[in-house]
């Protein structure tokens, strides 16, 4: 599998933006899908946005239309742009991929499916 580091994240105001990076140690086909998942204090990881190869990207419901995730050939780097911030966007932030079936490259059944993780980057904002 590959190789993720991510960067980027940090704090933020509420209505702000911010910008996740993951580099991949592969190009966008060396995985079915990548995807980004959030975990806060004291809740369950969830996933946020979904990417597949051919560009096809889904999204959580409590993110839709505010983040945008994508995938730059040129550097084999996940993006996960974020805009419109609010607090509960507040959390830990993963990238992840997965060399296994498409089928699960869907929100609600990515998560198990995952087998490489970046280190995860600290998410903070203020009201």
């Known amino acids: 599998q590959v190789q993720l580091l991510q960067s980027g994240g940090g704090s933020g105001q509420a209505g702000g933006s911010l910008r996740l990076s993951c580099a991949s140690s592969?190009?966008?086909?060396?995985?079915?899908?990548m995807a980004w998942f959030r975990q806060a204090t004291g809740k369950e990881r969830e996933a946020v946005a979904i990417?597949?190869?051919?560009?096809?990207?889904r999204y959580a419901d409590s993110v839709k239309g505010r983040f945008a995730v994508s995938f730059d050939d040129a550097e084999n780097t996940l993006y996960l742009q974020m805009n419109s911030l609010k607090p509960e966007d507040t959390a830990m932030y993963y990238c992840?991929?997965?060399?296994?079936?498409?089928?699960?490259?869907?929100?609600?059944?990515?998560?198990?499916?995952?087998?490489?993780w970046g280190k995860g980057t600290l998410v903070t904002v203020s009201p």
């Open positions: 992840a991929a997965t060399t296994g079936s498409a089928f699960y490259c869907h929100i609600g059944r990515a998560l198990g499916a995952m087998n490489a």
């Open positions: 592969g190009n966008r086909y060396s995985s079915t899908c």
């Open positions: 990417a597949a190869p051919d560009g096809t990207a």
